[in-house]
T-cell receptor
Framework: AQTVTQSQPEMSVQEAETVTLSCTYD???????LFWYKQPPSRQMILVIR????KQQNATENRFSVNFQKAAKSFSLKISDSQLGDAAMYFC???????????WGAGTKLIIKP | EPEVTQTPSHQVTQMGQEVILRCVPI?????FYWYRQILGQKVEFLVS????????KSEIFDDQFSVERPDGSNFTLKIRSTKLEDSAMYFC?????????????FGEGSRLTVL
């Protein structure tokens, strides 16, 4: 069975600095998707960035980028130029190519210090 | 932009009562999901629904739970006799088979409090 592990329950960063959130996963499949979702206090789950496993190039969305290491089964999220609005719970999630069921990590609470 | 909508945003109920949580998925999506998140814990998969039937369910999704797509637009989660441990945030999500990005779109969640 697939598992997703986020080893950092909480991270804090100074505004405008860069922070990296860690995620590792375990799977025997070769075709899958990885996601980072953000859950602000408003509680809605918002997609931050996605990565298809067959793509070697790391995904980037403005200030958000990932370091996808398929062999190491690692999928970290880098947030550059952190902003107060980035404060939220961040969840790493895995999805097999065979279905839409998401396997979730436990989440990392990101605190932005002004 | 199309979005998934959920009602109610918050429901308080007495233990043993029936609860129905409603979701309107994005109209051209074909896969529908319910997830729950107990306060302070990780998000857990409950059930997936495709082609008018359950395609997969977790061990959490026991006989007290049921899902239905009664009219082709709404997607409901019913809990027949609520227990204290059912208190959680329930998220509905939908995805489209033609969507090669693999993204699921989530609603804002329904917070259920069982007293």
């Amino acid at each position: 069975a697939q598992t997703v592990t986020q080893s950092q329950p909480e991270m804090s960063v100074q505004e405008a600095e860069t922070v990296t959130l860690s995620c590792t996963y375990d799977t025997s499949e070769s075709d899958y998707y990885l996601f980072w979702y953000k859950q602000p206090p408003s509680r809605q789950m918002i997609l931050v960035i996605r990565q298809e496993a067959y793509k070697q190039q790391n995904a980037t969305e403005n200030r958000f980028s990932v370091n996808f290491q398929k062999a190491a089964k690692s999928f970290s999220l880098k947030i550059s130029d952190s902003q107060l609005g980035d404060a939220a719970m961040y969840f790493c999630a895995y999805r097999s190519a065979r279905n839409y069921q998401l396997i979730w990590g436990a989440g990392t609470k990101l605190i932005i210090k002004p | 932009e199309p979005e998934v909508t959920q009602t109610p945003s918050h429901q308080v109920t007495q233990m043993g009562q029936e609860v129905i949580l409603r979701c309107v998925p994005i109209s051209n999506h074909l896969y529908f999901y319910w997830y729950r998140q107990i306060l302070g814990q990780k998000v857990e998969f409950l059930v997936s629904f495709y082609n008018n039937e359950i395609s997969e369910k977790s061990e959490i999704f026991d006989d007290q739970f049921s899902v239905e797509r009664p009219d082709g637009s709404n997607f409901t989660l019913k809990i027949r006799s609520t227990k204290l441990e059912d208190s959680a945030m329930y998220f509905c999500a939908s995805g489209g088979v033609a969507d090669s990005t693999g993204e699921l779109f989530f609603g804002e969640g329904s917070r259920l409090t069982v007293l």
